[in-house]
């Protein structure tokens, strides 16, 4: 069974960075596509960033320019960089897998925006 393991998460203030991790259990090279998503209160959970195998991302609007996905191959682990950090930022952020035709969710890490 797959498991992602979010971390990093935290309290910032407007304009500071913060480093998520996702760890996997397995080798990330069979994941055809991993992606960070994040989940404000109320709202639905949307696609913040994501990298394909072959190594292409994709950004949401809101976040392009100060977000950068990643991956370490080696340690199993895909990166969220996050700078220039908004209040409307603030969520709960969760690191997705697909494999062929199956998603893996992590549990989420909480990330908060604020003076």
């Known amino acids: 069974q797959v498991q992602l393991v979010e971390s990093g998460g935290g309290l910032v203030q407007p304009g500071g960075s913060l480093r998520l991790s996702c760890v996997a259990s397995?080798?990330?090279?069979?994941?055809?596509?991993m992606g960070w998503y994040r989940q404000a209160p109320g709202k639905q959970r949307e696609l913040v960033a994501r990298?394909?195998?072959?190594?292409?991302?994709n950004y949401a609007d809101s976040v392009k320019g100060r977000f950068t996905i990643s991956r370490d191959n080696v340690k199993n682990t895909v990166y969220l960089q996050m700078n220039s950090l908004k209040p409307e930022d603030t969520a709960d952020y969760y690191c997705?897998?697909?494999?062929?035709?199956?998603?893996?969710w992590g549990q989420g890490t909480q990330v908060t925006v604020s003076s």
């Open positions: 997705k897998g697909t494999v062929w035709a199956t998603d893996y």
């Open positions: 397995g080798s990330i090279s069979n994941f055809n596509v």
């Open positions: 990298i394909f195998r072959g190594g292409s991302t």
